[in-house]
Structures are given as structure tokens and as C-alpha cells.
């Protein structure tokens, strides 16, 4: 069985109906984005730059993380990266050289793009390296903790800004780099009408608009079992992200860790999903999963799936539509 997954590694993702589905990859090793393109992933979907900030003192400074990314864009030859900007909070407070203020609610608190706005020239130098990087090969750049339209319309300006001056002090780079918002607060989804039109891609964070949307702790262990992406709330927003994505020609991606697990694959294609971006090590599971599903059939199906009315009405769609 192991051998047949790994045959996997050059097959195509397409639907029983033909309907080709692009598989990006999470990274943030050299690992990860080796392991990436071994398995034939569309790109990076999403690559995390915490670690890059992560126990040290000095934060690192431009070349040495435009150095990263250049090395990250070469690895996929010629394949998509999309680079995170920084998503620390006060959650990892002691373990960064940010000096980051203690707060009792570090997951509504200064975080992701909140900290990078905060913290004078850090995102400026973030955006220069990445934006150095794309002289290598096709980057994009994805912005997490999005909840209002000026933080998305402030981080294009900024965007634009850099991209002025490296092209002033003649570094080349990509003549276009497409920015994309995570969409992972509540406030953002609602709001995205609003800011679509700023934007060239989106990427749901399934991991936190979860825990936004039911007011549930990821980290808490007492509310494991309220933890779940199978609340109708969720399949709605996530449904009407994709809806308004495709409406407006802005490719939609979920990199949370729904995304990963082959279980949940019937229902996001079923709720219109057709990129997918998840840590390597489920891939070919995702991929064998997917090669097994009959898409028209799915979204026939979603009326009855976007009815239920709780986790276990989701959870006989599910039995039925992997059945
Ligand atoms: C998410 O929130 O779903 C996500 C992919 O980001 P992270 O898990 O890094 O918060
Ligand atoms: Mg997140």
C-alpha cells in the first residue's frame, strides 16, 4: 500500500470527473520544501517565517532572510512560493527577540499583521526580502490576522512602495507579486466584499477562524471536542469565501489543518474548494482521496451539506459522500 501511495508522486490530482485540483504545500524547513517538490506539490501554499524569529535575540536582518526565501524559491524551480509575513504574538512572547509586551489575550492580541504594522520597519524589511526573493522565481506574499480593509489597503501600499525602491537601487525583481489576505478572522470573511478588490488570492486559516468563529480556545484542551471545523458556521463562511472568490477571479486556497486531512476533502469540494495547501506528510493521502471523488456528484450534494443543522448531520453527509 505504502508503494502505491508512492507511486502517487507523479500522478496527476484530478477528480474521478477530471476536474484538476491543485495540492500546495505548508512549509517552513528545507524539508518541508524538498519534500514539497518530490511530491509533485502545485507550490508552497503557505510558507511560515516564525522560525526565522524564533530563540534568538538580534532579529534577522534583510539579507539574511532574503537569503531563506531565495533559497526556498529555488528549491520549488519554478514553482509558486507563497510567502507568510511574520504571525508571532504574545503567545511565544519569551522566545524572540521582538520583546513582546505579555498580554492575557495573546490570540486577540497584538499578532501577525498587528505586530508587523507595530513594529517600525519590520514589515518593510520582511517585504524587501521577500520582494528580492522574487528576482528568483514566482512568489507571492500572504498577510495573516487580516480583520479590516485598511490593514489590507496598508500593507498594498507598503507592497508597492518597496517594490519602488528596490527597483530604484537596481535589484531585479518579479514585475508582478500578487498579495493574498489569510482569511481566518470572522470580521474578515464578513468583510470582504469590502477588500476583495485589493487583494489577488485568499487563504482560508481554517485552524483559526475556527477558534474565532466558535470562541474556542485551539490551545485549550477542555474544549478539544468543541474544536472542530464541522459546525455549519464554518462550512458557510468557508462556502461563501470560495463563492466570492470565484465570482471575483481570485483564486481561494485552505491551509489550515482541514485542509490536510483526507476526511474533510468530499466537503470542501463539495463547499467549491479547488486549491488545497497542507503539510507534505498527508499529501498522497489527499491526493489518492481526491482521485477517488466524483466532484459534480459533491457539489450536487452541498444544498443538503450547507442544511445541516449540527455536527452530526455533517458527520452523515460526510459517511454518506465517502461512501
Ligand atoms: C490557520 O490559522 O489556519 C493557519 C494556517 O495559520 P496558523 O496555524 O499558523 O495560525
Ligand atoms: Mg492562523
Redesign the pocket.
Known sequence: ERKQLHRLRREPTITRDGVDIKLYA?AESREDVAEAHALGAAGVG?Y?T?FLFLQRNELPDEDEQFRVYRDVVLGMTGRVVTI?TL?LGADKADKTGLALRDEPNPALGVRGVRLSMAREGLLETQLRAILRASGYGPVRVLV?MISASEEVRAVRALLDKVALDLRREGHEIAERVPLGA?I?VPAAALALPAFIGAVDFL???????V?YLLAVDRNNEALASLYTPLHPAVLRVIRDVIKLGKARGKPVAV???MAGDPMFAPLLLALGLEEFSLHPATLLELRRAIRGLNLEALRKRAPALLRAGDRKAIERWLSQASA
Open positions: 505548508n503557505l511560515r516564525e507568510r504571525d495573516p489569510m481566518e487563504s482560508i486559516g481554517t485552524n483559526d477562524l477558534q491551509c489550515g489543518e
